[in-house]
C-alpha cells in the first residue's frame, strides 16, 4: 500500500533497521535527527563510539538533497564511506587520493543527484573548482565531524576549520550539525562562534564510556609488562601511542622480537608505507600498531581492545580523544598509561619553546591537568569526568585501577608537615622537585648555596622515591593544603589550609596501592558466548571481508559475532535479530554464517 511504502521510507526507526541492523536508537540519537530533520542547527558532543555519525547519515537518506560532510582526515573519509557503500548507501568523497578522473565521476554524480553524502576535507571548500561545482547542488544538510578543530582553545585547531562558515554562508537554508567527542565550555561556545550557529540545539551525551578501563603504570618496567598486556589480548587489536618516531620503531621492533606482529605508523613515513601499514590493521592483518598521534584521528575500527600511552598526552582531551579508539563497539577494552618524571620533564621543555606566553601558559596548565589524573589516588574514571564538567556520583567505577585495586589508607601526616614546613621555610620561592630534594638529602648547588641543607627537615625523606613523594604532594594538592602557581616554573604554595594545618596538624591518609592492578575481565560482556565458534566465526569474517577488499568490522562487527555465537540462529528469521543485521546484510551474508552456526551447534 502506499501508506507503508511512505512509512518505510520517511521513519526513522526503520531505516535504523534496515541499514544498520538495530532495533533501537542510542540515547540522544533519536532527539538529534528529530531535530536535524526540523532544519534546525545542532551541536553534539558524544563520546567516540555513541553514534556521532549515525546522527547526520540517517537524515541524509530522508533529506532532498546532498549531505556534505566536513572531515579531517582522508583514511576517516575512506572508512566511512566503504561501511555505507556496504550498506547501499550512496556516498561518495573528494580528497587527494583521487586522480582527476575520479574526482571528475565524483563531482558528475553529485551533480546528477546520484551521491547523498559526500565527505570533503576542509581546505576543499575555498577552491574555485569546489565552489563552481557545488554552487548550483541542493544542498540538504551540512554536517561538520571533529568540530572542536575549529577552535584555538580545542587540542588539534586547525585554522582551515575557519572557512567552514562560507559553506555555510553560501547555503544559509541548510542546517549544520556540528559533532565532536571532546569539547570544555569554552570550546563549545567557540564551535557556536565560529560557525555562525547561535540558535544550535545542543546536544552533551555523558562522556563516560563504562566499558573502557582506565590505569595508569609506573614506566619503570613497562615493556615486559606491555609485552604481557599484549599477550592477554592476543590476535586483538590494540594501539600503542609514543610521543616520538623514533620510539614507535623502536618498539615495534622490540615487539616482533618478541614474537608480538606489530608495526610502526608516524608522519616520516612515504604516505604508501602509512597507507599501507593502517589498510593491514583494519583488515586484522597486524595486530599492534605504534604510533605517533597521527594515528589518532584516522581510525575508524570498533573493536580496538586496548590503547597504550607509553609516553604522556598533552592534555586530558588529547588523552580522552586517543583512548576513544579503544571499545567503540561497547565492548570491555583497557586502556593503560604509563607515567615517569622523565616523560614530565621531556613535555616541560618542550612548553617552554612555546613563544606566545598565552599559549604556554594554556599549555601548561593542560599538562598539569594531565600530571594530576596520572598521580591522583581518587577514581580516574571521576577525575575525567570532572574535567568535561560532568559530575560522578558512582563511589566505586569498577573500571579503572584505584577501584580495582586493593588500597590501604596510609597515615602520611607526618610527611605532610615535612613537606609543607620546607616548603614555608624556603619562602615558598620554589618548585615541588625543589622541596623532594631537599627532603631526599640532595647536596645539588642550589640547595647548598641557598643553605637549604641547614634546614631541620633536610634528608628526613630519603626513603621516600620521587615518585612516592610526587604522589603525596599530588594528594596534597588535591586536598587544598598546597597549589602549584601557574609560573613557567611553577612554585609549590601554601594554602590558608594548609598554614592552618601548621599551626594545629590533622590526620591526613593517602592510598597506597599493594599489588599490581591486573586488567580488568571481560565480565561486563552482554552474553556469554561459545568461544570455538566465535573464532570460527572471525575467520569467516576476514574471507568475506578480504574477498570484497574491506575491513573485517564492514562485515559484522564483534558484537554481532559474539550473539551469533552465543544464541546460534538457525533460521534467516532469527538471524535477522542479530544486532547489526539489516536487510543487504541478511541477503549478503546469512547464508555462509548460518552454515557455519549450524556445523557447530549441538
Given at each position: 500500500?502506499?501508506?507503508?511504502?511512505?512509512?518505510?521510507?520517511?521513519?526513522?526507526?526503520?531505516?535504523?533497521?534496515?541499514?544498520?541492523?538495530?532495533?533501537?536508537?542510542?540515547?540522544?540519537?533519536?532527539?538529534?535527527?528529530?531535530?536535524?530533520?526540523?532544519?534546525?542547527?545542532?551541536?553534539?558532543?558524544?563520546?567516540?563510539?555513541?553514534?556521532?555519525?549515525?546522527?547526520?547519515?540517517?537524515?541524509?537518506?530522508?533529506?532532498?538533497?546532498?549531505?556534505?560532510?566536513?572531515?579531517?582526515?582522508?583514511?576517516?573519509?575512506?572508512?566511512?564511506?566503504?561501511?555505507?557503500?556496504?550498506?547501499?548507501?550512496?556516498?561518495?568523497?573528494?580528497?587527494?587520493?583521487?586522480?582527476?578522473?575520479?574526482?571528475?565521476?565524483?563531482?558528475e554524480n553529485v551533480k546528477l543527484g546520484r551521491i547523498k553524502l559526500l565527505y570533503i576535507a576542509p581546505e576543499r571548500l575555498v577552491l574555485d573548482s569546489f565552489q563552481a561545482m557545488i554552487k548550483d547542488v541542493n544542498i540538504g544538510l551540512i554536517a561538520i565531524d571533529e568540530a572542536h578543530c575549529i577552535s584555538e582553545w580545542g587540542h588539534e585547531f586547525r585554522p582551515e576549520y575557519r572557512n567552514l562558515k562560507v559553506l555555510r554562508k553560501s547555503f544559509p537554508n541548510a542546517p549544520v550539525i556540528a559533532l565532536t567527542a571532546t569539547a570544555t565550555r569554552r570550546v563549545r561556545?567557540?564551535?557556536?562562534?565560529?560557525?555562525?550557529?547561535?540558535?544550535?540545539?545542543?546536544?552533551?551525551?555523558?562522556?563516560?564510556?563504562?566499558?573502557?578501563?582506565y590505569i595508569v603504570r609506573p614506566k619503570a618496567n613497562a615493556?615486559?609488562?606491555?609485552?604481557?598486556?599484549?599477550?592477554?589480548?592476543n590476535g586483538e587489536s590494540s594501539i600503542i601511542y609514543c610521543y616520538s618516531r623514533k620510539d614507535t620503531e623502536e618498539l615495534a621492533r622490540k615487539l616482533v622480537n618478541e614474537g608480538i606482529n606489530a608495526e610502526p605508523y608516524h608522519a616520516g613515513l612515504d604516505n604508501k608505507k602509512r597507507t599501507n601499514t593502517q589498510q593491514k590493521f583494519m583488515r586484522d592483518e597486524i595486530n599492534v600498531i605504534t604510533a605517533t598521534i597521527a594515528f589518532g584521528m584516522g581510525i575508524d575500527k570498533p573493536d580496538v581492545r586496548l590503547i597504550i600511552h607509553y609516553s604522556l598526552p598533552k592534555s586530558i582531551e588529547n588523552y580522552y580523544q586517543e583512548t576513544g579508539r579503544a571499545g567503540r563497539d561497547g565492548l570491555p577494552s583497557d586502556c593503560v598509561l604509563f607515567y615517569s618524571y622523565k616523560d614530565k620533564r621531556k613535555q616541560d621543555y618542550f612548553i617552554l619553546d612555546i613563544s606566545d606566553p598565552e599559549?604556554?601558559?594554556?599549555?601548561?596548565?593542560?599538562?598539569?591537568?594531565?600530571?594530576?589524573?596520572?598521580?591522583?589516588?581518587?577514581?580516574?574514571?571521576?577525575?575525567?569526568?570532572?574535567?568535561?564538567?560532568?559530575?560522578?556520583?558512582?563511589?566505586?567505577?569498577?573500571?579503572?585501577?584505584?577501584?580495582?585495586?586493593d588500597l590501604a589508607l596510609v597515615?602520611?601526616?607526618?610527611?605532610?608537615?615535612?613537606?609543607?614546613?620546607?616548603?614555608?621555610?624556603?619562602?615558598?620561592?620554589?618548585?615541588?622537585?625543589?622541596?623532594?630534594?631537599?627532603?631526599?638529602?640532595?647536596?645539588?648547588?642550589?640547595?647548598?648555596?641557598?643553605?637549604?641543607?641547614?634546614?631541620?627537615?633536610?634528608?628526613?625523606?630519603?626513603?621516600?622515591?620521587?615518585?612516592?613523594?610526587?604522589q603525596i604532594i599530588n594528594n596534597l594538592i588535591a586536598k587544598g593544603l598546597v597549589i602549584k602557581s601557574d609560573d613557567?616554573?611553577?612554585?609549590?604554595?601554601?594554602?590558608?589550609?594548609?598554614?592552618?594545618?601548621?599551626?594545629?596538624?590533622?590526620?591526613?591518609?593517602?592510598?597506597?596501592?599493594?599489588?599490581?592492578t591486573k586488567l580488568r575481565k571481560s565480565t561486563n560482556e552482554k552474553v556469554d558466548?561459545?568461544?570455538?565458534?566465535?573464532?570460527?566465526?572471525?575467520?569467516?569474517?576476514?574471507?568475506?571481508?578480504?574477498?570484497?577488499?574491506?575491513?573485517?568490522?564492514?562485515?559484522?562487527?564483534?558484537?554481532?559475532?559474539?550473539?551469533?555465537?552465543?544464541?546460534?540462529?538457525?533460521?534467516?528469521?532469527?538471524?535477522?535479530?542479530?544486532?547489526?543485521?539489516?536487510?543487504?546484510?541478511?541477503?549478503?551474508?546469512s547464508e555462509e554464517f548460518l552454515s557455519i552456526i549450524d556445523e557447530n551447534s549441538e
Amino acid at each position: 500500500m502506499p501508506v507503508k511504502s511512505l512509512e518505510v521510507v520517511t521513519n526513522p526507526k526503520i531505516l535504523l533497521k534496515k541499514y544498520w541492523g538495530h532495533d533501537e536508537f542510542r540515547p540522544l540519537q533519536e532527539k538529534i535527527i528529530d531535530n536535524v530533520l526540523s532544519k534546525k542547527d545542532s551541536l553534539v558532543i558524544m563520546p567516540t563510539g555513541a553514534g556521532k555519525s549515525l546522527c547526520y547519515q540517517l537524515p541524509a537518506l530522508l533529506n532532498n538533497g546532498l549531505t556534505v560532510v566536513i572531515s579531517p582526515l582522508i583514511a576517516l573519509m575512506h572508512d566511512q564511506v566503504i561501511s555505507l557503500l556496504s550498506n547501499n548507501i550512496a556516498a561518495a568523497y573528494l580528497n587527494s587520493s583521487l586522480d582527476a578522473k575520479q574526482i571528475k565521476e565524483v563531482e558528475e554524480n553529485v551533480k546528477l543527484g546520484r551521491i547523498k553524502l559526500l565527505y570533503i576535507a576542509p581546505e576543499r571548500l575555498v577552491l574555485d573548482s569546489f565552489q563552481a561545482m557545488i554552487k548550483d547542488v541542493n544542498i540538504g544538510l551540512i554536517a561538520i565531524d571533529e568540530a572542536h578543530c575549529i577552535s584555538e582553545w580545542g587540542h588539534e585547531f586547525r585554522p582551515e576549520y575557519r572557512n567552514l562558515k562560507v559553506l555555510r554562508k553560501s547555503f544559509p537554508n541548510a542546517p549544520v550539525i556540528a559533532l565532536t567527542a571532546t569539547a570544555t565550555r569554552r570550546v563549545r561556545q567557540d564551535i557556536i562562534t565560529e560557525l555562525e550557529i547561535d540558535n544550535a540545539e545542543i546536544f552533551i551525551d555523558s562522556f563516560n564510556r563504562p566499558n573502557l578501563n582506565y590505569i595508569v603504570r609506573p614506566k619503570a618496567n613497562a615493556f615486559d609488562e606491555i609485552v604481557n598486556m599484549l599477550n592477554k589480548h592476543n590476535g586483538e587489536s590494540s594501539i600503542i601511542y609514543c610521543y616520538s618516531r623514533k620510539d614507535t620503531e623502536e618498539l615495534a621492533r622490540k615487539l616482533v622480537n618478541e614474537g608480538i606482529n606489530a608495526e610502526p605508523y608516524h608522519a616520516g613515513l612515504d604516505n604508501k608505507k602509512r597507507t599501507n601499514t593502517q589498510q593491514k590493521f583494519m583488515r586484522d592483518e597486524i595486530n599492534v600498531i605504534t604510533a605517533t598521534i597521527a594515528f589518532g584521528m584516522g581510525i575508524d575500527k570498533p573493536d580496538v581492545r586496548l590503547i597504550i600511552h607509553y609516553s604522556l598526552p598533552k592534555s586530558i582531551e588529547n588523552y580522552y580523544q586517543e583512548t576513544g579508539r579503544a571499545g567503540r563497539d561497547g565492548l570491555p577494552s583497557d586502556c593503560v598509561l604509563f607515567y615517569s618524571y622523565k616523560d614530565k620533564r621531556k613535555q616541560d621543555y618542550f612548553i617552554l619553546d612555546i613563544s606566545d606566553p598565552e599559549e604556554q601558559k594554556r599549555a601548561r596548565n593542560k599538562l598539569g591537568k594531565v600530571i594530576e589524573y596520572c598521580e591522583t589516588q581518587e577514581c580516574r574514571r571521576h577525575v575525567l569526568l570532572t574535567y568535561f564538567g560532568e559530575t560522578y556520583i558512582e563511589e566505586n567505577c569498577d573500571g579503572c585501577d584505584i577501584c580495582l585495586s586493593d588500597l590501604a589508607l596510609v597515615d602520611v601526616t607526618e610527611i605532610t608537615t615535612h613537606i609543607l614546613f620546607t616548603a614555608y621555610k624556603t619562602g615558598q620561592r620554589f618548585g615541588a622537585r625543589y622541596i623532594i630534594d631537599i627532603l631526599r638529602g640532595s647536596l645539588i648547588k642550589r640547595i647548598v648555596s641557598n643553605k637549604h641543607c641547614e634546614l631541620p627537615y633536610f634528608a628526613l625523606a630519603k626513603e621516600y622515591s620521587v615518585e612516592d613523594l610526587g604522589q603525596i604532594i599530588n594528594n596534597l594538592i588535591a586536598k587544598g593544603l598546597v597549589i602549584k602557581s601557574d609560573d613557567a616554573y611553577p612554585l609549590l604554595k601554601l594554602t590558608e589550609q594548609g598554614i592552618d594545618f601548621l599551626k594545629t596538624p590533622f590526620k591526613i591518609e593517602a592510598r597506597k596501592i599493594e599489588k599490581i592492578t591486573k586488567l580488568r575481565k571481560s565480565t561486563n560482556e552482554k552474553v556469554d558466548y561459545d568461544i570455538e565458534l566465535f573464532e570460527k566465526l572471525r575467520k569467516l569474517r576476514k574471507k568475506l571481508a578480504d574477498d570484497a577488499s574491506v575491513p573485517a568490522y564492514v562485515v559484522f562487527g564483534d558484537v554481532a559475532l559474539r550473539e551469533m555465537a552465543a544464541f546460534k540462529p538457525c533460521t534467516k528469521e532469527e538471524f535477522a535479530k542479530i544486532h547489526g543485521v539489516g536487510a543487504i546484510k541478511l541477503e549478503s551474508y546469512s547464508e555462509e554464517f548460518l552454515s557455519i552456526i549450524d556445523e557447530n551447534s549441538e
